[in-house]
């Protein structure tokens, strides 16, 4: 369980990035990006996104508790946010995906204001 500090800085870059357009929620299913807004459901390969930034955290009192929340843009100007697991916890299909995006070269674009 992460302490009052980590989820304050949690929170503090997520409204930063909410601030700067990244509204959706993304997750990972069958090596494609979803948002989870059940309304307007897209979908997208790796090669059809950017990773624009990233956050660690880590929990303080187990550093195998760690989180990377991703910004991430897509071709058709979606914006949002994936979070994921590090390490130990860390989910395989949402992995492989970053890894293929990584691999494409599209990742660390730090252009957002």
Request: hydrophobic share 30%; no cysteine; aromatic share 8%.
């Amino acid at each position: 369980m992460q302490d009052k500090e980590e989820e304050r800085s949690l929170v503090n870059v997520e409204n930063k990035l909410t601030k700067d357009g990244f509204t959706q929620d993304f997750s990972v299913a069958d090596g494609r990006l979803h948002t989870m807004d059940p309304v307007t459901t897209k979908t997208y390969a790796p090669e059809e996104v950017t990773i624009v930034d990233f956050y660690r955290f880590e929990g303080e009192s187990n550093p195998d508790d760690t989180s990377i929340l991703y910004a991430i843009e897509a071709h058709d100007g979606v914006k949002g946010t994936l979070a994921s697991a590090y390490g130990v916890y860390a989910d395989t299909d949402t992995d492989d995906f970053l890894k293929k995006v990584e691999d494409l070269g599209k990742n660390l674009m730090k252009g957002h204001k």
